[in-house]
């Protein structure tokens, strides 16, 4: 009688499921299974496992694409050696040819499903790169009309009635005399309505700017939660963007409010909340950080990893602490800005004839020096830049001993380049007395900063997962 070596099932989990598939896996020559050939009932019990598996691999909805080459050359491997031995019964290779044919079927409709979905996500994560980039966009507006003092220009707030501006010569002097009642126009003593017209442009470009915001959001959202494209573990974070996308809104509205109320009278300079200006930049910041960074995790989604080694968790910490700073530093500017503490000490690196003042700390303020003295609050942020600077060019001096990969080294290089970028302006714009264009640039440029530092972020997250894929 004669033996030959034969399939055995074997369980492999071809889909994300709990349910193990029976497929059969062909055994190297030096298995000990022997079988003799004609055991004609052995082969039909091989031949329906894998029919079984081929059903299971065409019914599944969420393959693990990298298995299902195994679930096709299963069946061929067992119709190659059915088809060597004529003495089987040819209901059996009829049986194992169909299985074939359909696991290649399956196999093909699965990479065309792996294609779509890869597509669909990469959608997503561009949708979302166009809103974090509208975000920005809205940053830098929101800085042009602190800048041009137009903050308080539209002393109304009405989130759908006020998106039609004034058209006719009546409907500006109507809104003209509306400004008129309030702190700004007694103090500017002088406004013309041409002088008007001009800072509520920017006014009216932000609020309308933060409106096509939450329509360019909303819709995309509905539309792809409606499709069932957004994967569960996302959900929770687009609800949570379009919260603060709402409450960015109000927020606003709030510190415009503010600086309505600041001084009836007119006797000085009205201006808004310093913490409430600073709680709106906050805001703005969180709202791009977390939709920049989901943008990011649908165009490179793997688990994840700390980064190996010594040196790569070392550089992987340096760098959260550089997010953290660079965030820090951006919110001490909001005091800056909402006290004008730009204007006084124009002199760097020393701050007078000194390098401390003697008003950086005033007794009857205690700890309300660092959010209601403009010279504490210009002090803070400066050194507070100093030391993001710092910490940035030891990061990049360390990573560059870290086995990072090209795409990680690139990032790392453009968090260097602009944390240089960054402080140039912002020494510039202390020296030129606070210019609109340099300081709206410096404003940016915190953004663009904390953007470059995030995206180094992602790429160590993600490390291990990159070294050990095989070189291309």
Not at 39 to 61: D, E, F, G, H, Y
Request: charge should be positive; include cysteine; proline fraction near 6%.
């Amino acid at each position: 009688m004669t033996f030959v070596r034969h399939a055995v099932t074997a369980p492999f989990f071809p889909f994300e499921t709990t349910t193990p598939c029976m497929c059969i896996n062909v055994l190297p020559l030096h298995s000990t299974h022997k079988v003799c050939h004609n055991n004609t009932s052995m082969w039909k019990a091989c031949a329906v496992q894998i029919v079984r598996c081929t059903k299971q691999l065409q019914t599944s909805a969420r393959p693990s694409f990298g298995f299902v080459s195994r679930a096709v050359q299963a069946p061929r491997s067992l119709l190659s050696s059915i088809a060597a031995r004529p003495a089987i019964n040819p209901l059996v290779v009829s049986v194992a040819r169909s299985a074939s044919t359909s696991a290649a079927t399956a196999a093909s409709a699965s990479g065309t499903l792996a294609a779509e979905i890869a597509g669909s996500q990469r959608t997503i994560g561009m949708w979302l790169l166009g809103c974090s980039a509208m975000i920005y966009g809205a940053v830098v507006i929101g800085g042009i009309t602190r800048l041009t003092e137009s903050g308080l220009s539209m002393v109304k707030w009405h989130p759908i009635h006020g998106m039609k501006p004034p058209m006719t010569q009546a409907e500006w002097e109507e809104e003209f005399e509306c400004y008129k009642k309030y702190p700004e126009y007694k103090y500017s003593s002088g406004m013309t309505l041409e002088d008007f017209k001009k800072i509520f442009f920017w006014e009216y470009l932000h609020r309308m700017w933060g409106r096509t915001i939450g329509v360019v959001f909303i819709i995309p959202a509905a539309y792809f939660w409606a499709r069932g494209k957004i994967r569960p573990q996302f959900k929770p974070v687009i609800l949570t963007i379009g919260a603060l996308l709402g409450w960015q809104g109000v927020l606003g509205w709030i510190m415009v409010k503010s600086g309505l109320e600041y001084d009836p009278e007119g006797k000085h300079v009205p201006r808004v909340s310093q913490y409430k200006l600073t709680a709106h930049l906050f805001s703005a910041f969180l709202l791009y950080v977390v939709t920049f960074w989901t943008a990011m995790s649908h165009f490179w989604e793997r688990p994840a990893l700390e980064a190996a080694g010594p040196i790569g968790r070392r550089v992987k910490f340096l760098t959260h602490l550089c997010a953290g700073l660079v965030f820090i530093t951006a919110m001490s500017g909001g005091f800056v800005a909402g006290m004008d503490a730009g204007l006084i000490y124009n002199e760097f690196p020393k701050m007078g004839e000194g390098w401390i003042p003697s008003d950086v700390w005033l007794e009857d303020l205690g700890l309300k020096n660092i959010f209601e003295n403009p010279t504490t609050a210009q002090f803070d942020h400066r050194y507070l830049g100093i030391t993001t600077g710092t910490l940035v060019a030891a990061t990049y001096a360390l990573s560059r001993f870290a086995p990072l990969p090209p795409r990680a080294r690139t990032a790392a290089l453009s968090m260097l380049a602009m944390v240089g970028v960054q402080i140039t302006l912002g020494i510039s714009t202390l020296v030129y007395l606070v210019p609109t264009e340099l300081a709206a640039a410096h404003q940016a440029g915190s953004l663009a900063l904390l953007s470059c530092v995030m995206w180094f972020m992602h790429e160590q997250r993600h490390l291990r997962s990159l070294l050990k894929r095989p070189p291309l």
